[in-house]
């Protein structure tokens, strides 16, 4: 049944969660490389962003397959922490906001 559901988005030109995924990585890196390349580098940047793509940068941050961190009740307005040291690493989560139920 997803797999139906996924072919459907696709063939209606609709992004499916794991094209999510690659576009917000590559927005990441993109991000990350003109930041790192300023001088001084800023120690602390900040990515406001929706649900979904919030999603996406955990589920790299953990290496975890994205299907985990849909299942799971974040807030609205939450915030995270994740570390990167080069445009290329996916990151270390640091802290995840979690609905407390």
Do not use: F
Not at 37 to 58: D, M, S, T, Y
Not at 81 to 101: F, H, S
Request: charged letters at 25%; glycine letters at 6%; one cysteine or more.
């Amino acid at each position: 049944r997803v797999e139906g559901a996924r072919r459907s988005v696709e063939e209606t030109g609709g992004e499916t969660l794991n094209g999510l995924r690659a576009r917000v990585a590559e927005a990441r890196r993109a991000i990350l490389a003109e930041w790192m390349a300023l001088e001084p580098a800023p120690k602390i940047g900040v990515i406001v962003c929706h649900n979904w793509v919030i999603r996406a940068q955990l589920a790299d941050a953990t290496q975890a397959p994205y299907q985990e961190w849909v299942a799971r009740s974040m807030p609205y307005a939450g915030i995270s922490a994740v570390e990167y040291n080069a445009p290329e690493d996916p990151g270390t989560l640091l802290y995840a906001a979690e609905r407390p139920y």
